[in-house]
């Protein structure tokens, strides 16, 4: 099939919608939605909705609907037995001596006995499920879908010839999840609704029931089992509390109340209103499920449904894009999906998962949240896949590539907040386990921003580079928004404690008197040393260096912007000129990922971390670095000649290396490898397990084929557009300085480029082979229009 070149942008049907013309219906069915023909048969075929805090995943089933439940603070807490490492600045002595020495062996043991403290493991947990158990019988015509444009779900579905229908959506401006439930069927809608969550390791985890208004009540505290006292399991770790409360407004019928549930009986109408609140947010967290459940019953619920869309729509909608071409629009998606897998190219499916990492963002970081963890806000266990936590060393900064790109700056609010009291916490651990001013950042955390190790080995958990990481997003914030209000209250503090840890962190290389960092690895990987032994400790890892020297110049850039003056800064100057260079050229002709040019022990290993600097970071190119630019291509066929990138968050990774390399071609291989082998049926991204740093890291890398701003002074147009993208146009991408661009192409050839700039700019505009000097006033607007 062929997509036709003409869609209507979503804003345009909030704006209808707001006049009490509802568009969202069939007339939209082929538009930024994923569609099926069957329920849900398990969670990775479910759909997500969330306001940031609260989410569900929508199964769709006819019999027995389960609406899995989630709530972004249900953590066990901190107690005494969760105590620091015991490593302090003698043992760090220690630990670099055995490095000159070459006992790298040694030196991993040393790591995790003295700075790591692996005990216990905290998870992300559930919030529950509802279960609405109808017995619907004889199911024809059924479909179910989640539409990005609105941000709600609807299944529908015929029973023994009557429609059934269900929306679900969850509100950020009424902070509620909101469930309406129809049915044409004479006898209307029966069945019972039940709150539950699952057991921790055998013991219940809430308590439920019903009140004389009409409620279900679900109360419980996350806790995590596990312990073993007088040979009996004990809780060993209390946590956060909460209380989920459930209401129905019924059309037709009763409503009755059980001790534990709630039952519709011959309803024609039910709507559903759910508001959930924790001890994290709130001292008296049940008062402010009262005073939610207040608000929610002084609005229609047509109101509620409005407030949301607008509210989603101020996000969504500020960026669109349309890939025309071949696609199979009027197929459902896992079918889709299916044929992708053998082989077939369908560029609609590209553009909509494109669409689906800003649609999951969104409902997954909102202003006043937690940050989107490893699984963004969706998860239904109690001891998560990997605790569904906050990993430093790629995976919570993956969630935030495409934040500023993609028109959605505020999102990074969460992040900002949440990592500046890992700064802080940082600070202690620096101080007490290295000896060091500023702070420390392990590559790993939780919701209570703990900053020490908690590795059991060293090449998963001794990770050095998390904090400078972590701070190249609060100065690529500054760089796309030019707000240095933001710089100066928010960023330069943040920045400024990590590089004066890096300052005091590095030593000189006896080899050659250059600064290096030790200890240090390459996230999750390991070589063979000169004694034949598989190791992960090293003197100045390419990674760590290419981090300190980043952080260290965007210290710098800080200062001069904020026309700060110090003794650090004279002595960070100092330091960046006698830093080892991150990036190292070996025999063979590509980077070193090491000290030294070591045997690779997983030459397909799915970090690419040694590459760094040239994505995320900004200091390779082909113009001004070329020699290095060619190495980093090899480095990259030589690591997928040996099965890299087998996860999807690597081959997200990879995406957007091939867009950095200007290869198109490269970078659509790659989406179709994603699509294939990493995307589950409801468009999560399988690690596997599902990892949702797979879908933003995508989302990123399609932006990055159409727009790099990256380059000092040089906007880059269409810099890796595949074959397959024909043509099409793209409207609200971002680029440093402040820049909105909108860009069209036809047949393979830019048509129009069109720049909005918030400031006065002066940069270089490349398409291509063309380049053209531009200066562009504070909110003027350049088109580009090159002449075929």
Known sequence: MKKQNFKINPFVYTILFLFGINCYSDAQVNEDRIWYKQPAKNWNEALPLGNGKLGVMVFGNTTNERIQLNDDSLWPNNNEEWTEPIGNKEDLKVLRNLLFEGENVAADNLVVDKFSNGKIIRSHQTLGDLHINFDHQNITDYQRDLNFGNAISTVSYKSNGDLITEKVFVSHPDKAIIIELSSEAKEGLNGKLILDRPEDKGFPTVNTFTTEDGLLIMQGEVTQRGAVFNSQPKPILDGVKFETCLKINNEGGDVSK??????????????IYIVSNSSYYFDDYKSQNKIDLQNLNSKSISEIERAHIEDFQSLYSRLDLQLIGDNMDGMPTDQRLKNVKNGVVDIGLEELLFKYGRYLLISSSRVGTNPANLQGLWNEFIEAPWNADYHLNINLQMNYWLANVTNLDELNRPLFEYIDRVVENGKVTAAK???MNGSFMPHATDLWAPTWMRAATAYWGASMGAGGWMMQHYWQHFEFTKDTAFLKSQAYPAIKEVAHFYSDWLVEDPRDGTLISVPSTSPENRFVNAKGENVSTCLGSAMDQQVIAEVFHNYIKTCEVLGIENELLEKIVDQEKKLRPGFVIGENGRILEWDRPYEELEPGHRHMSHLYGFHPGVSVSQDKTP?????????????????????????????????????????????QLLLQKSIFNNFFDGHPPFQIDGNFG??????????????????RILPALPKAWKTGQVSGLKARGGMTVDIEWKDGKLEKAILKSEFDNKFDLIYKDVKESVEIAKGETFVFEPKW
């Open 698 to 715: 995508y989302t990123a890398g399609v932006a990055e084929m159409l727009l790099q701003s990256h380059e000092e002074n040089i906007i």
């Open 433 to 435: 386990n290295f000896g």
């Open 627 to 671: 020699e290095i630019f060619d190495a980093v291509r090899k480095t990259l066929d030589y690591r997928l000649a040996n099965g890299g990138a087998g996860t999807g968050w690597s081959r997200a990774w990879l995406i957007n290396c091939s867009a950095r390399l200007l290869d198109g071609e490269m970078a659509h291989d790659h989406i």
């Open 258 to 271: 059980g001790s534990d549930f709630l039952e519709l009986k011959n309803v024609r109408r039910a709507t």
